[in-house]
């Protein structure tokens, strides 16, 4: 019989949120993985079982983002070599622009972190919960590892030195997220982006990340409503998304605040001032998918301000 661990959850995540592309995301109260971390019989940190993957993840440490930033945190620690079992059990789906891999990482880290009772900070975790990610994408930002490890509405400053902020969330905030059953890499989806962009573009989107920050601390939803419009990437890769415009009419017609991509897609979101309305384009999006034969999952959330957790 295996010793008893301890288990963690760490939410899925919504990153860009239209304005801050790598720079900013949120928490969702559900979907999440699950992270199992117990007491090892050999020594090292050994990844035992994965679940909900279908073969997908590597059991190697060193390949797979849940252990490798853990192994990271080990690492700082001077603690390689602790006999310690990882259990993944995934419970969202991949490449679904939801922060899959950023969860795993999150969950990882702060598994381990809070086994050993090292009584650091999730602030001082993250960069290991970010390098685990990088393993998955190939890029280092914290807009999904950041929520789904420290919850919130987080807008990162710098992504080299990780200087973040948690946003003051206006109550009543919620959102609908839409995932169609197509899988998007985000390798892929950051591939297609173009390197350069428009002056004038840039301005427009400077305009509106500083505007939906200060509308979040004031709770000016009519602010929001005007300042959640990204003319840099949804551009770009709306394509990857069937129906995304379709979809996007439907829900701003619902009285969604705004409505993007969720990541890298295919996902989408639709924020929103009160519960009704996030059902409202919840409905929406049943029928239009339907009509047109594509399977959907959706979610209803608050903003999750806990993050990763123990439970
Ligand atoms: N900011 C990232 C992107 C999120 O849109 O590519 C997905 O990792």
């Known amino acids: 019989m295996s010793k008893p661990g301890i288990k963690v959850f760490a939410p899925a995540s919504v990153a860009n949120v239209a304005v801050g ?5 949120f928490a969702l109260e559900r979907p999440g993985d699950e992270i199992i971390v117990r007491e090892g019989t050999k020594p090292g940190l050994h990844i035992t079982d994965i679940r909900g993957a279908g073969g997908r993840l590597s059991y190697d440490v060193q390949k797979n983002t849940a252990g490798y930033s853990a192994w990271r945190l080990l690492e700082s620690l001077g603690e390689t070599q602790r006999p310690i079992e990882m259990e993944i059990h995934k419970k969202m789906p991949f490449g679904s622009g939801l922060g899959s891999s950023a969860a795993s990482a999150a969950g990882g880290v702060f598994a381990v972190s809070e086994f050993l009772r090292t009584g650091l900070s999730k602030h001082e975790i993250l960069r290991f919960a970010v390098e685990g990610e990088q393993l998955a994408d190939g890029a280092f930002h914290a807009d999904n590892v950041g929520p789904s490890l420290l919850g919130g509405m987080v807008l990162i400053r710098d992504n080299q030195t990780l200087d973040f902020k948690k946003l003051h969330v206006p109550h009543g905030l919620c959102v609908a997220v839409i995932y169609p059953h197509i899988e998007i890499l985000t390798r892929e989806s950051r591939g297609i982006l173009k390197r350069e962009v428009p002056f004038a573009d840039v301005i427009i989107q400077s305009g509106n990340l500083g505007a939906f920050v200060a509308a979040m601390y004031t709770s000016d939803f009519d602010l929001i409503r005007r300042s959640l419009r990204d003319v840099l990437v949804e551009p770009q890769r709306a394509h990857l998304i069937p129906h995304f415009y379709n979809m996007k009419e439907l829900a701003l017609g619902a009285g969604a605040l705004g409505f993007s991509i969720s990541g890298a897609g295919p996902s989408m979101f639709a924020l929103c001032d009160n519960t009704a309305k ?34």
């Open 21 to 25: 592309f790598d720079i900013l995301g």
């Open 278 to 311: 996030a059902e409202a384009v919840i409905e929406a999006a049943e029928k239009l998918y339907k009509t047109h034969k594509i399977s959907i999952n959706t979610y209803f959330s608050k903003i999750n301000q806990e993050g990763a957790i123990r439970f």
